[in-house]
Structures are given as structure tokens and as C-alpha cells.
């Protein structure tokens, strides 16, 4: 069966008090409505509309062309905002999900269960519904003598009995795509707030003689809607100990779970060890065996296995297996250290690839760089790759000794197995084996100092 979705994020989000669109917020490292549109990627729906309206531009940029979009110019109401994708769905067979773009803890999982509970019963609507101690809020689910849903009665304009009912509407629901179309039509504004209520689909579809079932999902939280800055804060740190949990059932050691931020994105293996007030984001990969210590950061980088990061920064990088980083190293842009390589305390590395078993313990700088197997870069060692205007390339073959204090002023060679003296300014390639000095020749001046 054909499944489409329907997304709305066409609110402005006024309670946000933000020039950013409500649904460009991000949960966990991602916009708010890209966890939606990921979510049903996932489940290979096929067609998905984000209704847009407050910002469309901005939400349409961030989103792409992965998905179809229709413009909500007024806000006039859920029901009015799916109407506004009726162009680009109307008549098609098939199941349509609508779903919310300030909702971002619903489950691909849930959503599955959804598609596949209103699917087997033939139903015209399936609802998700939740149970909560405090509905405040929410729309309320009024059933009959028999159980069955008879209507949706939004807060503002429920009965003080019907504010009693724990059971609320989650918004979520999915529909026979040509009836919902049909029913829509049938919407109007008869409520205290003078908008096309998406709810008054059941009660409308139920007096056309058509069947609404619902789905209770057991996790309330997955319903949460973000209107506020706490409310984001909240989704976040959710969000935040739903991933901790998994990579945790997966085998992965996260000493304070409190304390660890890793985005949706980011793939770990097991045996890993992390320590806490750890932040991994983006498409970062940890292989099996690694250790990453207190205080790291890193962002769309592939840390091999057996490596252990303490307390540093890396982005957009590659680190080989069996290597050590920091503590306090700063690796960047398009790096890549190999295997059982040393990388210490401030030392930063920047768009350069080292080969294996590299040795860098403290205190240099090493950017637009190729270092073969086996150099020591010493203590304060600089590649100067830029002249104010152009970026340059240093080039140091294996197993070369690169002695402390040492400037390589690129663009410059360094020959396998060659030794810089310690204090050397190098402007000129160093052939193979050599060893070069370039510093001033010592002088001392005997009581000199006296004088001054």
C-alpha cells in the first residue's frame, strides 16, 4: 500500500521569542522538523509534504529537496494547513500520516506501528493517543458507552467533565488518503478560537458511518510538542537519554549518561568507553575498544579502533587504530593520523595526513602537511604554512627527526631519514639522511651582562 506523509511546520512559534522559525530549533544536533522528515525517509514513505508558512524560505533551505512542500500564507489551522497540500496528494490510494514538525521525539518505531495497525483494520482514521496524570493542555479523547472515539474536544473548549479524561490526543494520526481529503472539505471554524481544528476529522468521519481506531503509544514523552525554551531544553535531554540508552543495550560503556551528548547521527561500537562530559556530534564514527576521555569533542570525525582520546577537540578528521590523542590536542579540517600514532598536549594539527607510528608529544603545529612513518615532531616544532595570502605544503619523509623549536617554512621537503637540529629556521629542502642546521652561530660576550 502507497503510505504518504503530511508534515506541519508552518507555525510562527511566537512563545520561542526567536527570529528562528520554531521548527529550526534543533533536538540532539538536528532541526526539530528533520527528525520528522527522517523518520519517514526511514520508513520509505512515499511522498512526504512540509506544510510551510511562517519563514517558508528558511524552513524550505534547511529541509531541501528531499521532500514537497505547500505554503500556508494564512494560519488559519491544522485542518487548513494539510488542505494546503490537497494539490499535490488529493485522490491518491493509499495511507497518509500527518504528523507535526515541533514534535521531535516520535519514534521511527511508533510510527511503524501506526502505519501497520491502521493498515490491518481498513479504518478510515487511526489516532495516536497517549495517558497522562497532567492533560492540561492537550485535546481530549471522548469515547462512548462502548469505547469507541466519538470526537476530539481541544482543552480551551472542553466541559470540566471532559477535562477529567487522562487520554489526549497526540495530533498524530493516520488516514485513508481520499477520505481525508473528503473530510476535510466538511472542517469549520465553530470553536472559541476561530480555526479549522484537524480534530473535528473524527467526529465528522464517524457521523459519515466511517470507523476511527487509535493506537496508545506507551511512552508519553514521544508525544511532547515544543512550544518554549524549556520545552526544548526537555526535548533535548530526552532525546539525549533515549540515544545514551541504545548505544548502552549495544554495548557501549558511558560512565555518566547525565553528562554525555551524543547526536542521532553518530555510530559507536562496542566496548567503547566514554567518560563523562563527552560531546560526539554529526557523522562521527567510534570503532570498537576506544576510550574517549572526559572532556572531548568531537564532530564528523572516525576515531579506529583501540584509540584513546583524552580531552580534546577533533573535527572533520580521521584517527588511525592503536593511537593516542591529548590530553588538550586540537585536530582539524580534513586531518588524517595513522595508526599507533602519538598525538600530545597542545598540539594542533590541521589539514594534514601523517602516516603511521608519528610521534607529536607537546606544544607544535603541524597544517597542510604529509609526515611520513615513524617522524618525531619535538617540542614546539611549527610548519608555517601561510605567507598572508597563499597556503603552502610541508612535506617530511619517514622516519625523520624533527628537533625541538624547530620552523618549516613552506613550501619546504624534508628527506626520508633526515634530522633538523633543534632551533633551526628551515626555508630549503632537506635532502634524504642530512642532517641541517639553520640557526646563528652562538657568541658570548664575557661580563657583558654587568652592563645592563
Known amino acids: 500500500m502507497n503510505r504518504y506523509g503530511v508534515i506541519l511546520g508552518a507555525g510562527m ?12 530549533h534543533h533536538v540532539m544536533g538536528k532541526p526539530m522538523i528533520q527528525h520528522a522528515v527522517d523518520a519517514l525517509e526511514t520508513l520509505k514513505v512515499s511522498k512526504t509534504v512540509v506544510v510551510t508558512g511562517h519563514k517558508a524560505e528558511l524552513v524550505e533551505i534547511c529541509l531541501g529537496n ?18 494546503m497540500a490537497e494539490n499535490l496528494l488529493v485522490d491518491l490510494p493509499g495511507t497518509t500520516i500527518i504528523t507535526y514538525g515541533d514534535v521531535p521525539l516520535l519514534s521511527v ?3 511503524k506501528k501506526l502505519f501497520e495497525n491502521h493498515e490491518r483494520s ?6 495516536l493517543t497517549a495517558k497522562t496524570n497532567d492533560p492540561t493542555g492537550y485535546g481530549r479523547i471522548v469515547r462512548d458507552a462502548t469505547g469507541k472515539i466519538v470526537k476530539i474536544v481541544e482543552h480551551k473548549d472542553a466541559s470540566f467533565e471532559q477535562l477529567q479524561i487522562k487520554e489526549i490526543n497526540s495530533g498524530v494520526a493516520c488516514y485513508n488518503n481520499q477520505l481525508l481529503f473528503k473530510a476535510l472539505q466538511k472542517v469549520r471554524a465553530n470553536n472559541l478560537q476561530k480555526e479549522y481544528y484537524l480534530t473535528d476529522l473524527v467526529e465528522i468521519l464517524v457521523n459519515a458511518g466511517q470507523r476511527v481506531n487509535s493506537l496508545t503509544t506507551e511512552d508519553f514523552i514521544e508525544t ?70 572526559n572532556g572531548c569533542n568531537i564532530t564528523d570525525s572516525h576515531i579506529c579502533a583501540g584509540t584513546q582520546i583524552l580531552s580534546s577537540y577533533i573535527s572533520d578528521s580521521k584517527i588511525g587504530a592503536n593511537s593516542t590523542v591529548g590530553p588538550f590536542a586540537h585536530i582539524r579540517t580534513g586531518a588524517d593520523v595513522g595508526e599507533k600514532s602519538r598525538i600530545g598536549n597542545f598540539v594542533e594539527i590541521k589539514k594534514s595526513i601523517l602516516d603511521e607510528g608519528v610521534k607529536a608529544a607537546h606544544l607544535a603545529y603541524m597544517g597542510d602537511s604529509e609526515i611520513g612513518a615513524n617522524v618525531n615532531i619535538s617540542c614546539g616544532v611549527i610548519t608555517a604554512n601561510y605567507d598572508g595570502k597563499n597556503k603552502y605544503k610541508t612535506e617530511i619523509g619517514a622516519n625523520a627527526m624533527i628537533g625541538s623549536n624547530v620552523n618549516l617554512i613552506a613550501p619546504v621537503k624534508v628527506g626520508e631519514g633526515a634530522y633538523i637540529a633543534a632551533g633551526s629556521t628551515v626555508t630549503k629542502n632537506v635532502p634524504a639522511d642530512a642532517l641541517a642546521i639553520a640557526r646563528t652561530k652562538q657568541e658570548n660576550k664575557e661580563n657583558y651582562a654587568k652592563k645592563l
Open 122 to 127: 481498513g479504518v478510515a482514521m487511526t489516532m
Open 13 to 24: 512559534g511566537t512563545r520561542m521569542k526567536s527570529e528562528v522559525p520554531k521548527v529550526l
Open 224 to 293: 511532547l510538542g515544543v512550544n518554549d525554551r524549556m520545552q526544548l531544553a526537555q526535548a533535548n535531554n530526552n532525546m539525549k537519554m533515549r540515544i545514551n540508552k541504545q548505544h548502552m543495550e549495544n554495548g557501549v560503556t558511558i560512565i555518566d549518561p547525565a553528562t554525555a551528548y551524543i547526536e542521532m547521527d553518530v555510530q559507536i561500537g562496542s566496548d567503547v568507553i566514554i567518560e563523562p562530559n563527552v560531546h560526539l556530534k554529526g557523522s562521527t564514527v567510534i570503532d570498537s575498544g576506544v576510550v574517549i576521555g
Open 66 to 83: 528531499k521532500v514537497m512542500y505547500a505554503r500556508q500564507e494564512q494560519q488559519l489551522g491544522t485542518a487548513h494547513a494539510v488542505k
Open 109 to 111: 518505531e511508533t510510527i
